[in-house]
Every structure is written in structure tokens, then in C-alpha cells.
């Protein structure tokens, strides 16, 4: 953080902190502003902002409250959803698509269709994941070019995600860049560089609604496979699903298995390469791995945050939520509260307690695919550790302007082999 940056977020008024702009994210100076709520107004009424008024939560025990009191906070789509933009939950109004999915719904239906998807990642059929991801890993950090400038989120990040998302969905290998844009365009809103309206993030997303349908109509007919598709397909819960709900559905899987995965690989470089001495630790010790991907996660945190909405007045750090109130829990700002983690700012790869983090988040909705995202980052910086010393970065890696995914759009490195 420049102190430039650092004097804006101390120089505004108090109630007049605006968190939710995608452009603070965009350029790195989100955390600054949430290190003065924390301090000075925990639990943040903001009256104006580009997504009408709502409720900041940014300290960790809060955001527990709130993750886990589902009952008091609603994650429903009737309500609002789980973005503080409602227009992408909506989809733009009249021009846009109502997407319902298991995350964006309470109790029961959302314990129903969540259970239909849980079996991909049971501890069995990730065993049996595993030594596919290794041979794929291996393969695309074989292809890179030493000692030559490259971008690591292209070539490395998004190839790895997206071949998994591929084989979880049993989804055609050489059309498998199209779930990484269709995970883009879910969560985008004109503007922001990834579509220029409304109507256009409609036509992409029934171009995948329309992709996934023919691969529905295959598998309803076949026996029951290990796949996605095939379990929602096959699921009681889920097989008679309108047509919106199952592309609700499958984009939330598109961007539950893409977004945390494919930033935390970018973010571990950056914050290794930021790191030097932890990466010595890392060469010294190559079984602080374990330690380290879920250091990644929280440092990452590649979510910045959930929405509820208040089903019912309540109180959460002194403060009365009304009933219909947005509230936005700040992951990002939780997984740098001082009063919980030690030295939260400082990325340490040999935590005594590194899964001690919000990026999952709490409760009903807690990530389901979180051991297999921990898995995949494990199993890539085994990997990069038999074949480099180091990954340089070189410059200022470019974020994506969100407020809801903490991510990058390019990453330019250099590898130096052992």
C-alpha cells in the first residue's frame, strides 16, 4: 500500500467509506480501508454506494456470527442472493436471467441440492482425482519456457482450473477455455472488462445453457456416472430441476471450481516472490506445503466477500441490523483481524494453525470443493519445486475489477529451473 493510498483511506470521513468499489480491489487499496473499519467501526453502515445501502461486517468473529446464525441471515435469491450486487443476481433486470443455485438458497431445498453434488468430492474420489491432477500439473509445467517472460495466469493458473473443471464435469476437453469464460462472465457487470452489457453476459450465459443441456440430455439417459452432470442429472433432488435452475447450478459450480483455485495458484507466486525468506523456508522444508496452501487461501482470499440479508432485526457488534438490511461479510478484511490471526498481514507459511481462515467460509455454505482446491495447490507446488527454483514476477501483476472475486487477469513471471 503506497501512502498515498493509505492517507485517502484515513483522509474521508468515517460514514462516508465506500468498500464495495471494484475499482479499491483493482488497483490493492481495498485492505487499508478495512484495516481503519476494523479499528474504528467494525460493523459499517454504509447509506450510499453503487449497490443501494448495506452493512459492512469486517471483523472475524462477526463474520462467524453471521455465516453461521443462516437462520437470522438469509442466503436466498428472494432475498437478494450472495453478491452485494443485486444486478447479478438478477442479471440485469429485464435484460438479464434469474439464476437460482443451491448456495443462493436457505434451508431445506439448499441442503437437498447440495448433497446431489457432495459425492465429487468425497475422500475417495479425490484419492482417485489425485494422480490425475499430478500427471496433468506436470504437463503444463513442463511445457513453460525457462528463463523467458510469460504469463503465469494464462498458461499456468487458468490451464490447470480449467482441465478440472473439464474432468469434473466430464465436459469436452478441447472446448474447456469456454468454462473459464463462462466463470468470467457470471460474476461480471458491464464495466468491468469482462462484457459490455447486460444483454451480451445473457447471450454468453444461454450459449452455456445451451452447451450444458446436450450434455444434460446424454447422461439422463446413460446409468448413473461420476460426474457433475450425471449427478444432478440422476439426483432425486435435482432431476427435475427447471432449465434456470440447472444453469444457476452448474455456473455456480463453474465458479466455485475456477475462481478460489485459479487465484490462490496466482496469489502463491506473488506472495513467494514477495516473500524470499519464506521461500527459502519452503526449499529447506519442502513438507511445509501442507501449511502453506491454506496460508495461500486466507492470504489470498480469492472471494473477498459473501451477502446475506436480515431475515429478522438482530444485533451484531453492538450494532441493530433491521430486518431486510444488506449485510456484506468481508472475508478479506476477517482473514486480517489482528485479534485472531497472528501478524495477519504477513504471508508465513508455518502458521501453527493455517486453516484458521475465512476463505471457505462457515456453517451451511461452507465450500464444498475446499479439500479439493487444497489438493490441487498442493499437488502444484510439489510439482514446481522438483522442476524450478524460483518464479520470478516481473512487474505489477493486473487484478480483475471486482469486489466479489480477488483475482488477476495477468501475471507476467520468469522460471528459473533447479
Not at 197 to 223: G, H, I, P
Amino acid at each position: 500500500m503506497t501512502r498515498t493510498g493509505t492517507e485517502a483511506a484515513y483522509a474521508i470521513p468515517l460514514d462516508k467509506i465506500d468498500v464495495s468499489s471494484p475499482a479499491l480491489f483493482k488497483d490493492d487499496s481495498a485492505g487499508t480501508y478495512f484495516e481503519r473499519l476494523r479499528k474504528e467501526d467494525p460493523v459499517h453502515y454504509c447509506a450510499e454506494s453503487a449497490y443501494g445501502p448495506y452493512w459492512s461486517i469486517t471483523k472475524y468473529k462477526d463474520i462467524m456470527h453471521v455465516d453461521t446464525h443462516h437462520d437470522i441471515f438469509s442466503s436466498a435469491a428472494g432475498f437478494g442472493g450472495i453478491i452485494i450486487d443485486d444486478n447479478i443476481q438478477k442479471g440485469g433486470g429485464e435484460e438479464g436471467l434469474d439464476l437460482p443455485n443451491f448456495i443462493a438458497m436457505d434451508r431445506p431445498r439448499h441442503d437437498e441440492q447440495r448433497k446431489a453434488v457432495s459425492p465429487i468430492v468425497a475422500p475417495g474420489n479425490l484419492a482417485l482425482l489425485e494422480s490425475t491432477i499430478r500427471e496433468r500439473v506436470g504437463a503444463v509445467l513442463d511445457s513453460l519456457p525457462i528463463d523467458e517472460e510469460f504469463d503465469w495466469v494464462d498458461r499456468v493458473s487458468i490451464e490447470i482450473t480449467t482441465q478440472m473443471l473439464a474432468t469434473l464435469f466430464d465436459f469436452p476437453f478441447e472446448d474447456r477455455r469456454k468454462l473459464t469464460r463462462w466463470s468470467d462472465v457470471t460474476t461480471a457487470a458491464p464495466g468491468g472488462g469482462v462484457v459490455d452489457s447486460w444483454a451480451q453476459r445473457k447471450d454468453e450465459l444461454m450459449e452455456c445453457a445451451q452447451y450444458f443441456q446436450t450434455l444434460w440430455n446424454e447422461r439422463v439417459n446413460e446409468d448413473p456416472g461420476n460426474d457433475l452432470i450425471s449427478m444432478l442429472a440422476h439426483s432425486p433432488a435435482t432431476r427435475n430441476m427447471t432449465p434456470e435452475e440447472y444453469l444457476g447450478n452448474v455456473l455456480l459450480l463453474i465458479v466455485g471450481g475456477n475462481d478460489t483455485t485459479r487465484n490462490s495458484m496466482t496469489g502463491g507466486v506473488l506472495a513467494l516472490h514477495q516473500n524470499p525468506d519464506q521461500m527459502a523456508k519452503l526449499r529447506a522444508s519442502p513438507a511445509l506445503i501442507e501449511s502453506m496452501v491454506p496460508e495461500i487461501i486466507r492470504w489470498q482470499t480469492p472471494l473477498a466477500h459473501m451477502r446475506r440479508t436480515a431475515k429478522e432485526d438482530s444485533v451484531v457488534g453492538g450494532k441493530t441490523i433491521r430486518k431486510g438490511d444488506k449485510v456484506v461479510m468481508w472475508y478479506f478484511s476477517g482473514n486480517r483481524d489482528d485479534e485472531v490471526i497472528d501478524r495477519p498481514d504477513s504471508f508465513i507459511i508455518d502458521r501453527p494453525n493455517p486453516r484458521q481462515h475465512l476463505s471457505f467460509g462457515f456453517g451451511i455454505h461452507r465450500c464444498v470443493g475446499n479439500r479439493l482446491a487444497e489438493m490441487q495447490l498442493r499437488i502444484l507446488w510439489e510439482e514446481i519445486l522438483n522442476r524450478f527454483d524460483r518464479i520470478e514476477v516481473i512487474g505489477e501483476p493486473e487484478r480483475v475489477q471486482s469486489n466479489f472475486v480477488r483475482g488477476y487477469t495477468k501475471m507476467m513471471v520468469r522460471v528459473h529451473a533447479r
